[in-house]
């Protein structure tokens, strides 16, 4: 079974709008971490926000947030005041501690459209 | 701030040859990995690597092999390339240190014929 699932495979929304990208995991860690990451049209995947599992503080980076619902086992990623240039495809992933070194765990993915 | 660099960025390998990925990071990171991207999967961990001198086997490491001479450092090496294993594959690095963040290579286009 998947352990990270990004139910839609494409989003798409018109410039200035909010969008909301979902992802739910599953684990038996208590401590673990997630992430969200964009991987651009230019080949480059860049990290754009984290999210610890102990924490309750609502993470945000510029127009990232994020909504961390632990007992859902859920994390949405919100991206407002969409411009063209978010376009690209939005990965979440789970890192967990008992596979320390073993690297993340990624879900399929959701490729953004934004248009003018 | 974090870099990570593959070579080459793209490369056209025929069916039983040797291809040789290259990765360096300048993060002094202890860990490295090496991941493929396909359609209708996420990013697949190949390999990793705790330091140098060390290489341990991801989730999908059948045909592939791994070498890491230097921190700095980390290739994957395809001995006889497969049609297969045409992909993206991806760089990273990373370092509790740093958070657990990995941070990635830009990728190298695989195309195996």
């Known amino acids: 079974a998947e352990k990270v699932i990004q139910v839609w495979s494409t989003a798409s929304r018109q410039e200035g709008e909010e969008l909301t990208l979902d992802c739910s995991y599953e684990?038996?860690?208590?401590?673990?971490?997630l992430f969200w990451y964009k991987h651009l049209l230019s080949g480059e995947m860049v990290f754009l926000i984290r999210?610890?599992?102990?924490?309750?503080a609502k993470e945000r980076s510029g127009r990232y947030s994020v909504v961390f619902q632990k007992s859902l086992k859920s994390i949405s990623l919100i991206i407002s005041a969409l411009q063209p240039d978010d376009s690209g495809k939005y990965f979440c992933?789970?890192?967990?501690?008992?596979?320390?070194?073993?690297?993340?765990?990624f879900g399929l993915g959701t490729r953004v459209s934004v248009f003018p | 701030e974090a870099a990570v660099t593959q070579s080459p960025r793209n490369k056209v390998a025929v069916t039983g040859g040797k291809v040789t990925l290259s990765c360096n990071q300048t993060?002094?990171?202890?860990?490295m990995y090496w991941y493929r991207q396909d359609t209708g999967h996420g990013l697949r961990l190949i390999h990793y690597?705790?330091?140098?001198?060390?290489?341990e086997k991801g989730d999908i490491p059948d045909g592939y092999k791994a070498s890491r001479p230097s921190q700095e450092n980390f290739s994957l090496i395809l001995e006889l390339a497969t049609p297969s294993q045409t992909s993206v594959y991806f760089c990273?690095?990373?370092?509790?240190?740093?958070?657990?963040?990995?941070?990635f290579g830009p990728g190298t286009r695989l195309t195996v014929l």
């Open positions: 990273a690095s990373g370092d509790v240190d740093w958070g657990y963040e990995q941070y």
């Open positions: 684990t038996s860690q208590v401590l673990y971490h």
């Open positions: 999210q610890t599992s102990s924490s309750t």
């Open positions: 992933a789970l890192w967990e501690p008992n596979n320390y070194a073993q690297g993340l765990t």
């Open positions: 993060n002094n990171h202890n860990n």
């Open positions: 690597s705790y330091g140098a001198g060390s290489t």
